[in-house]
């Protein structure tokens, strides 16, 4: 192992060694952009430059991202973000989004199987157990409904799954049988529960047709549903983000699964998070003006983008769903959904809105598009109402939550932080 002036690059013990820290933290540190890795000749190990080790090491040198955060670092066989992508139990996610339904995938993660070959119907039903009960249903119901009429979907979901939660009796039951099951009745409830938009799903219709129907008034088309269910997958996990942590911090003093997942909604919702995409949906409505995507085209279109766009960029508001810093050549879940959207939407009036804001942020040097765009932009061209991005990205990272509860339930010691204290002396 030779880094490229001929010396010998460091293994994974001998880099955390010279940092003073653990192989999970020296990962945390590659996953920021820290310090670069490279695969070894054996295809499974990493090697490290020694110089670039050797300066992360030295005194004071900041071991952050570009914002001052704080490190948590948990082991966990979930997610890994490598070689610029994301990957669920070492498969793919993009390749995942293509080839698996959500309610697969959520059980791959779960349980590092896939439902037994027939149970699970390719564009069927969802499978067995993908039901909540009915008095859980109706006392999600009737709490949504409590809300006022302009509450968003996400709002509305947090109430729900207070209300799945009162319901079910056997939620402190830990057993990973159990919180899977437990898992499947809260994601079906927290999508079943919300006020209907559209046509009712078929009987036994999958998780993506049913979370349609609650956020969209037009008829399901089948290439939208299927770019839904791709959303699902690719929103199901991803690492250690806020709203895993605070999900792991609830699993790990034994919150049963309907707290952890309350514990993920109530971060969720930051605008640095899950919300992103609410503010990109404004931008994208604000582009398409009952006058404009119908009479507007081609260069007008574009022209009346870069209007909108430069008119917040000069007050001094910022673009949201641009660049990812996990990412730095581009997020791939974003060219999954976008990809989609352009199969599938081709001549669409509404996607022509999205590519004229992607070539007005483009000619302004703007980072790739992010997942967050993407959301916005399939709820814009699905005519789903507003918020409908959060409420996606919610639905499907409860999945995520489920399954690092059930870690964190395995694994049974408390998370418990400590603070650097900046205070006054005590007792002065």
Not at 24 to 42: I, K, M, P, Q
Request: contains cysteine; glycine residues 12%; proline residues 8%.
């Amino acid at each position: 192992m030779t880094d490229g002036s001929g010396g010998r690059r460091l293994t994974t013990a001998e880099a955390a060694g010279r940092l003073g820290v653990k192989p999970a933290t020296l990962y945390a540190y590659v996953s920021r952009g820290l310090v670069g890795r490279e695969r070894a000749a054996d295809g499974r190990t990493s090697t490290f430059d020694p110089a670039e080790i050797d300066r992360l090491a030295r005194p004071g040198r900041p071991r952050r991202g570009r914002r001052p955060a704080a490190e948590l670092v948990l082991p966990s066989s979930l997610t890994a973000i490598d070689r610029g992508l994301p990957w669920y139990r070492g498969l793919a996610v993009p390749d995942l989004a293509g080839s698996r339904s959500f309610e697969e995938v959520a059980t791959w993660l779960w349980t590092a199987r896939f439902p037994a070959t027939g149970s699970m119907p390719r564009g069927g039903g969802p499978g067995p157990g993908w039901q909540a009960g009915d008095a859980a249903l109706g006392a999600g119901r009737r709490a949504q409904a409590a809300l006022p009429t302009a509450a968003l979907p996400l709002e509305r979901i947090r109430v729900i799954a207070a209300a799945l939660a009162a319901g079910d009796e056997l939620r402190l039951e830990l057993h990973p049988a159990a919180v899977t099951a437990a898992g499947r009745a809260l994601i079906a409830g927290l999508v079943d529960c919300l006020p209907r938009e559209g046509p009712p799903p078929p009987e036994g219709a999958a998780v993506a047709a049913r979370l349609w129907a609650a956020l969209s008034p037009l008829d399901p088309e089948p290439g939208l549903v299927a770019t839904l269910d791709a959303a699902l997958v690719l929103l199901a996990d991803h690492e250690l983000a806020a709203s895993t942590v605070a999900a792991r911090v609830a699993a790990s003093v034994r919150a049963d699964p309907y707290a952890v997942a309350s514990a993920g909604l109530a971060t969720v919702s930051g605008s640095l998070h899950g919300g992103a995409s609410l503010g990109i949906e404004a931008l994208l409505a604000e582009i398409d003006l009952p006058e404009g995507a119908a009479a507007v085209r081609g260069a007008r279109l574009r022209d009346r983008a870069a209007g909108v766009v430069g008119g917040r960029l000069r007050r001094g508001e910022r673009l949201r769903g641009f660049g990812h810093r996990l990412y730095p050549g581009g997020d791939p879940r974003a060219r999954v959904l976008l990809d989609r959207l352009r199969a599938t939407a081709a001549g669409s009036p509404r996607l022509a809105v999205v590519e004229a804001l992607l070539d007005a942020t483009a000619r302004r040097g703007l980072p790739e598009p992010n997942v967050d765009l993407a959301l916005a932009a399939l709820a814009h061209v699905a005519g789903m109402v507003r918020g409908a991005g959060e409420a996606i990205f919610a639905v499907a990272r409860t999945a995520g939550w489920i399954a690092h509860a059930l870690e964190e339930y395995d694994r049974n010691t408390p998370i418990r932080p400590r603070a650097v204290y900046t205070g006054p002396a005590p007792g002065s």
